[in-house]
């Protein structure tokens, strides 16, 4: 069963028959999305204070990943982000994950702003029933500085002794930058 999450409103698109996510689960997904990234704005926006876009370079390359592994062995959930232009390769979309985010790319297409956008069910992987949350990381202005068209050649040579593989260039305020990834598995009925 899919749930659109358009600011705090849940719109049902899915049959009656599939599984449902509880409203547990949705808030304490939620929940644990606000907090991921209210730490990663938060790690960047003091990063950014002390040392400039070099700072928020290097906030992205080795605390970002530290704050996702603290919060999902933390909460029991796996939290992460992903994007179809990774910076960081070893961050790429699993096929569910690129699914998401292609229909919020036809959504956008289509007039929807990337902020407004999140995606919750419950799925079958490998026999196994998970909870899967997915929440639109639309681009700020701030993130420009890194990720925008005009990245400055001495941050861009940076970027790519970091990320050989950095996809994560070319975007304009309000796309959507990637996504908050959320998974939980959860126990046999």
Known sequence: MRVWIAATTLAVVAPAWADAPTPELKAKA????????GKLKGALS????????????????????VIAAEMSRDSGWS??????????????????????????LARI???????????????????QKVFRL??????????????????APDLQQKIK????????????EGDMRGVFTLKKTLAAK
């Open 161 to 172: 002794a970091l990320y050989p593989q950095d996809q994560a260039l070319g975007f304009k």
């Open 30 to 37: 939620v929940e644990l999305v606000q907090a991921y990234g």
């Open 46 to 65: 003091s990063a950014i204070e002390a040392g400039g876009a070099e700072g928020a370079l290097e906030v992205c390359n080795k605390q970002a990943p």
């Open 79 to 104: 939290v992460a982000r992903t994007s179809l232009k990774p910076r960081n390769a070893a961050s790429a979309p699993d096929a569910y994950e690129r699914k998401v985010m292609e229909a919020f």
């Open 134 to 151: 997915v929440k639109a990381i639309p681009t700020g202005e701030l993130c420009l500085t890194c990720h925008g068209e005009n990245v």
């Open 109 to 127: 297409a289509k007039g929807e702003k990337a902020a407004d956008l999140a995606s919750a069910e419950v799925v079958d992987e490998n026999g």
